[in-house]
């Protein structure tokens, strides 16, 4: 089954350790010890059932692209790789809340923001292959979610340093001024 919707179970049990939980902007996540990631196979499911009651759970799915145009779309295809590699014993999960502002901006609006004025993806394509990426959506729920965005990284231990790079030309974008929430949580594979 090819799952859309994942649930990110904070708690006791989970493959992944969380080593670190920061608030960039806004209010944090509770500390957890563990993560799971679990692709969800209807939005009725209940994230980690028949386990111990989870910290905190979040939901997002995967959805079509909004602001890639056919060459930036052809470049990522030529060099980005999938999650799970074997060396990508790290990950980050950021998830991430838009301002009002944002949403009430056109969509060729939101574009010049994103790619033209802040190189969202000219940015994040000098950081492929090293690090592998999930976005997933929230608005698309139909159910209040406390984030709009569920992004997931994967990378080796020797791209700590890249990705934190990375972070700095995102977080320094125009675009980010539309951030109003975003917690900085890193994973290390058990
Ligand atoms: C690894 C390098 C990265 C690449 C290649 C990359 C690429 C992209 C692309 C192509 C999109 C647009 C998808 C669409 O057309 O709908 C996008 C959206 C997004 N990315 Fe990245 N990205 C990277 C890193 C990051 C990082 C580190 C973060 C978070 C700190 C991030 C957060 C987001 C968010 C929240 C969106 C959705 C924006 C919106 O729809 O308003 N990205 N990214």
Redo the contacts with the bound molecule.
């Keep these: 089954m090819n799952s859309r919707l994942f649930s990110f179970v904070a708690g006791e049990t989970g493959p992944w350790h969380i080593e670190r939980v920061l608030a960039v902007k806004g209010e944090s996540l509770a500390a957890a010890p563990c993560l799971d990631v679990i692709p969800s196979v209807t939005s009725g499911e209940e994230p980690g059932r028949g386990r111990l009651p989870p910290m905190w759970a979040l939901r997002g799915i995967t959805s079509n692209?909004?602001?890639?145009t056919h060459e930036?779309k052809r470049s990522?295809v030529a060099k980005?790789q999938g999650l799970g590699r074997p060396d990508s014993t790290c990950a980050a999960l950021?998830p991430?809340r838009?301002s009002e502002a944002?949403w009430a901006l056109s969509q060729d609006e939101?574009r010049k923001i994103?790619e033209d004025r802040s190189a969202?993806?000219r940015?994040?394509?000098n950081?492929?292959p090293a690090?592998a990426?999930r976005?997933h959506h929230c608005r698309d729920l139909g159910t209040p979610e406390p984030f709009?965005?569920i992004?997931w990284?994967e990378f080796a231990p020797a791209d700590i340093p890249a990705?934190d790079r990375?972070?700095g030309e995102?977080r320094a974008s125009e675009e980010w001024q539309y951030v109003e929430r975003?917690v900085d949580v890193r994973l290390v594979r058990k």
């Design positions: 692209e909004r602001y890639v930036e990522l980005q950021i991430i838009k944002w939101r994103l969202h993806i940015i994040g394509l950081y492929l690090i990426r976005l709009d965005f992004t990284f990705f990375l972070l995102l975003e």
